[in-house]
């Protein structure tokens, strides 16, 4: 059974699993839904995008320790985003990157999941028009969901988030569930926090 995760709270992934080399983590949302008079314009689909910051000694090294929906496979090889959802909308997982973490160098201690919305200010779209937000991490050899954050708290004004990080300690695997929120508008600006 999954671990629940609190804001805050951090969790063993390889203790009680043995042999774990890939996780895939699942991170989702759903767009509030808007009440509309007859005559209202639509709302633009708010479209989030999932990243992942590969982290040497607490610090993004090189622009290329980015994984996400403009440079979907990191070059080790070991970190794959399984491309862009545009809007959030069906069941289940609305983005994956796959991280096979017996493939990662050892450079890389930490991986950071953000997510942001894409042209947030441009669209005025922020964190409070998104419910049902997580991030979970499955283990990739069986599809068993290990740990898993729901985001309950509300975010207004807040354009991206600091979702959680998979981290390597004393030769664990570890999960680390942040829930923080930013006004940052692209992954360039929210990459920049860990520069």
Same mark, same amino acid.
């Given at each position: 059974?999954?671990? &629940? ?6 969790? &063993? ?11 895939? %983590? ?5 767009? %509030? ?29 090189? !622009? ?11 070059? &080790?090889?070991? %970190? ?17 990157? %796959?991280?096979?973490? &017996? ?6 201690? !930490? ?85």
């Amino acid at each position: 059974m999954a671990v &629940s995760l609190k804001k805050g709270q951090k969790v &063993s992934l390889s203790k009680d699993n043995a042999g774990l080399k890939k996780v895939i %983590v699942g991170l989702g949302w759903d767009a %509030v839904k808007q009440k509309r008079g007859l005559f209202a314009k639509k709302q633009a689909d708010i479209d989030c995008d999932a990243s992942a910051l590969l982290l040497t000694n607490g610090k993004l090294a090189h !622009k290329n320790d980015i994984v996400f929906f403009g440079g979907l496979k990191h070059m &080790s090889g070991a %970190v794959q985003h399984m491309g862009d959802n545009l809007t959030g909308d069906g069941e289940g997982d609305d983005e994956q990157i %796959v991280v096979d973490i &017996s493939a990662l160098p050892a450079q890389y201690e !930490k991986i950071v999941f953000v997510v942001n919305i894409y042209q947030a200010r441009e669209r005025g779209q922020t964190f409070d028009q998104i419910q049902n937000a997580f991030i979970r991490i499955v283990d990739g050899s069986n599809n068993t969901e290990l740990a898993r954050y729901d985001l309950s708290d509300n975010y207004p004004g807040m354009t991206a988030m600091v979702f959680g990080e998979l981290y390597r300690k004393d030769g664990e695997w570890k999960f680390g569930a942040i829930g923080q929120g930013t006004t940052d508008n692209s992954i360039t600006e929210l990459a920049a926090k860990y520069e």
